[in-house]
Each structure stands twice: as C-alpha cells, then as structure tokens.
C-alpha cells in the first residue's frame, strides 16, 4: 500500500487543523477524507414526532456488573450452538469454525474505508483479487465475483448473470428447471427472477432422472440448476450426460456450491461441465452462518459469462491492483466489496489448510458422513454418501428431532428431501471426532427405542420444552420475556 506523504495543494502541512479535520495525502495526490470530516447537519426530530410517541421520563434498570454478566451469561447457556456440540443440519454443513480467522480478521490493516482510492488499499485489493482466483481455481472457472452476500444471493445473481448472456444473444427463454431433492432457495431464486420453473423427477436410485431432463429441455429451458453431490448425498454420475443435453439444447449449467466441502480438492464443477456456481463461504470455508446477517455467496461462471459479472471487479495492473467494471456488467448487488471480513476469514482458511489441507476436508467429510449412517438403526436408502445421508424416520421426523434434544445434541434436518419418507437428513460435518458421532448415533439409537406416545412429549430437558412450530411461526414472541 502506498504511504508516502504528499503536499498539499493550498501549500498549508494540516498540522495546526483540529485532530477530527487532519488530512492525509498520499502518492497519487488524492485527497481522500476521513470518515469524520463528512458534511453533516443537525436535524429537530421533536417537532415531527407525534405526542403518544415522545416521552419525558425513561426509567432504565442499572443492575450491577455482575447481574448482566449472569443475566447474559444465563441467556447463552439456554442456547445451543455449536460450541455446545455437534449441529448435523443436512445441507447446512454446520461445522466448527476455527477461531484464528477471528484473530485475522481482527487485524488492524483490515480497518480501512470502503471508500478510499484503490491507490490506498492496495493491501485489500491484492487480498480480494487473491481470493477471486483461488475460488476460480477451486470450482474450475474463469472468473469469481465476491460481491453477494448468501448462497441464496449468489443463486439469484447467478441467474442474472445467465439471463443477461441469453439476452445478449438474443435468445429468450422463460424456463429454469430444477430437481425435485433441490434447495427451496434454487426455486425461489428462479422465481423471483421471472422464470418459470419446470420441476424434474429423481429416479430410483435419489439421481436425476436423464431420461426426464431430455424430456424437459428445450428452446425455452434458460438453465438447470443441480449441486452434486445432492442433497441425498449423491454424486451425480451421469453429470457429463446431462451438462451435455443442458448445453446441446442452448441452456446453461448452475451448480449449488453448497454441498462443495465434500469435492474439495477432488472434482471441480467448471470440468464436470457447469457454467456458473455460487460458494457458501460459510458452509465450505468455515466463516459464520449469517442467520440472516452478514454472509457471502462469491459466484464463479466461464468466461463466456464473465463480461456479465457484477461491477466491482478486481484485476492486477502493471502497478498493483485496481477496481473495474465489467464489459456488460449487470450492476452493483452489494454495497462496496461484499462484508469484507467474512471475506478475510474464508481467505485465511482457505490458506491455512493450502491444497492438501482442503482435500483433507473433504475427505474427512465423506468418512464422518458413512460412518454415522453405518451406525444409525434406521432406514437409510441410497448410497454410498458424500457429505450428508438421509434417513427416514419410521415416525414423525419433527417428534424424532425433539426427542433426540434431550440426549444433548442437535437434531438433523427434518422431511426434506421430500423423497425420502419423514427425512431425517444429516450432515455431520468434517469437524466432528468420532467420540461426538458415536454421540450422535447414541442419541438416534435411544430415540428409536423410545415410543410413539412417549415421542410427542418431548423435549423434556430444555429451556423452551416443546414448541408449537406452527404458532411459532405466525405468532412469534420474539423477547427474553417468552422465556419467563
Ligand atoms: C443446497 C443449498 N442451496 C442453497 C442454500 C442457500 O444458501 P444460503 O443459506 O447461504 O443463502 C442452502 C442453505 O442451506 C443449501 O443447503
């Protein structure tokens, strides 16, 4: 990064301006201001505040210290995270995030203002343009944007992105078609782009069905969307033959990064044919679960697609690194570069664990998902697994769920895939030893036993017992006083 001093162009050195107002000026002769000599203006909200609303008393609790640090020390331990344990959500691959990306991520040099000229964060732009090309070389494409800020984002830019190249080349097409075991989200993204989507069957073995595909595409079909292995933990092996009827009949390929963790440094999606892919940071490279706050969903596509490709962009000059936009850029879909320290930490661990550390993931993944199907006394059809194994629960997979909380551990995912009857869909992860699968498997062998009447009374141990989803749902209480 470029630090040296310039002078001003007034001639004056800034010394005697008041600490909030002090100047930098670097090589380049940019003036870039800081954040707090921003214009700013006062504004009387009294006066445009109804009299019901305002108040001219607040009496507020002043517990002592150590009341709020045991009132909120009690409220997390009502919690179950996974620093609690094992969270086996299938196809939410909840693993343990290693804590030195927090302390990467908490370095000083990351505290900079989105926007400063690219000559002053060039430290940051090299990072961005790092992780660019190695998610491009992890998936096999040509090109990676960072900016959406979910796997869900990520779909719907992606769509963008394929319906900007269709229209480009003049070519309409309404349809997107996606596999009945998909995520809701493929649905919705699709959707909520304005295409109609064409639903396709599995066949028996939890695969697609290629027979149904080739009678599915056609002129209209825009693109297939698949993550493979899917979401029953099955690779999909004739995924040459159906990138092959996709493209043959002028569609393009999406591939759901979410079930990446089990191919790392194993296959990548741009050789098995698709043309465009998003990365769940925080499912394959260990940053937080957003929750619904702040995530990242960085898209790869070919290079055919990547003129497409939100602007901004990151390229290396001869200089250093600059910000560009695209040739035909479908816009801005995140302010600035994305949360750019989510950014930081997948950065971190991806260079932490280096190519045979990231293999290592994947396979410990795959281990950890057949051992714990091989000791579950369930039904468990197909197979072999990837990350993640389906089972069906032989009762009600929401009352099976409750029941295993009070064995201590997280419950799976509960009735989806659909095509598995009562799904219990599961998903260990790589970060589990196999003292916690021999947990989990305890805790779903003690619930098989237990029975039916028995199941609809739990949970018996935790904080909230038993919920009623469906009020849950529609009539949220949302404050610590639902707990009391
Ligand atoms: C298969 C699959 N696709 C897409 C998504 C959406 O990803 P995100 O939660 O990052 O929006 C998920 C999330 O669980 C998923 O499991």
């Not at 004056?12 to 100047?23: F, K, L, R």
């Not at 066949?203 to 290629?210: D, K, L």
């Not at 790869?300 to 939100?310: I, K, Q, S, T």
């Not at 036993?449 to 949220?476: F, G, H, K, V």
Request: charged share 25%; proline share 7%; hydrophobic share 35%.
């Amino acid at each position: 990064m470029s630090q040296e001093r310039r002078e001003r162009p007034d001639g004056a050195d800034g010394a005697s301006d008041p600490p909030h107002q002090q100047t930098r000026w670097y090589a380049g002769g940019q003036y870039e201001p800081l954040l707090s000599e921003k214009r700013s203006e006062t504004v009387a909200v009294e006066s445009s505040l109804p009299d019901d609303l305002t108040r001219d008393e607040l009496t507020l609790p002043a517990p002592a210290e150590p009341e709020v640090a045991r009132h909120y020390t009690r409220l997390s331990q009502m919690n179950f995270g996974i620093e609690s344990g094992s969270i086996p959500l299938g196809s939410c691959t909840m693993k343990y995030n290693p804590k030195f990306t927090e302390d990467v991520a908490a370095h000083p040099g990351n505290r900079v203002h989105p926007l400063r000229a690219d000559a002053d964060k060039q430290g940051i732009l090299h990072l961005l343009y790092d992780l660019q090309e190695t998610l491009a070389t992890i998936g096999g494409m040509d090109a990676v944007t960072l900016q959406p800020p979910a796997g869900a984002a990520g779909e719907f830019t992606g769509i963008q992105v394929a319906k900007a190249y269709h229209d480009a080349n003049g070519d309409d097409r309404n349809e997107v078609i996606v596999p009945e075991s998909a995520h809701g989200t493929n649905f919705a993204s699709a959707a909520m782009a304005g295409y109609d989507v064409v639903e396709l069957p599995s066949n028996e073995a939890g695969r697609v069905e290629v027979d149904a595909l080739e009678a599915a595409v056609s002129d209209d079909t825009a693109l297939l969307m698949l993550t493979n292995p899917n979401t029953l933990g099955l690779f999909e092996r004739s995924i040459e033959e159906i990138a092959e009827i996709v493209h043959d009949a002028g569609g393009l390929l999406y591939y759901d990064g979410a079930n990446l963790n089990s191919l790392l440094g194993k296959a990548r999606p741009g050789d098995m044919g698709f043309d465009i892919m998003h990365f769940n940071l925080h499912k394959t490279f260990a940053t937080p679960h957003g929750g619904g706050g702040p995530g990242q969903g960085p898209i790869g596509v070919g290079a055919d697609l990547a003129p497409f490709l939100p602007t901004p962009q990151v390229r290396e000059t001869d200089d250093g690194y600059e910000t560009y936009a695209p040739e035909h850029s479908i816009g801005r879909v995140h302010e600035f570069m994305g949360n750019w320290l989510v950014l930081v930490k997948a950065y971190a661990y991806i260079l932490r664990h280096g190519d045979e550390g990231l293999e290592n993931v994947s396979e410990t993944a795959v281990l950890n998902a057949n051992y714990l199907a091989s000791q579950i006394e369930y039904e468990v059809p197909y197979g072999p697994f990837h990350h993640e194994f389906v089972a069906s629960a032989n009762a009600d997979a929401g009352d099976v769920a409750k029941s295993m909380l009070d064995y201590g551990v997280h419950p799976p995912t509960t009735k989806w895939p659909e095509i598995v009857d009562e799904a219990l869909m599961t998903e260990p992860t790589e970060t589990e030893s196999k003292a916690r699968l021999d947990d989990l498997a305890a805790a779903f062998n003690a619930v098989a036993e237990m029975d039916a009447d028995d199941l609809t009374e739990t949970p018996r141990t935790t904080t909230a017992r038993r919920i009623d989803q469906a009020s849950a749902a529609r009539n949220p209480r949302l404050s610590w006083h639902a707990l009391e």
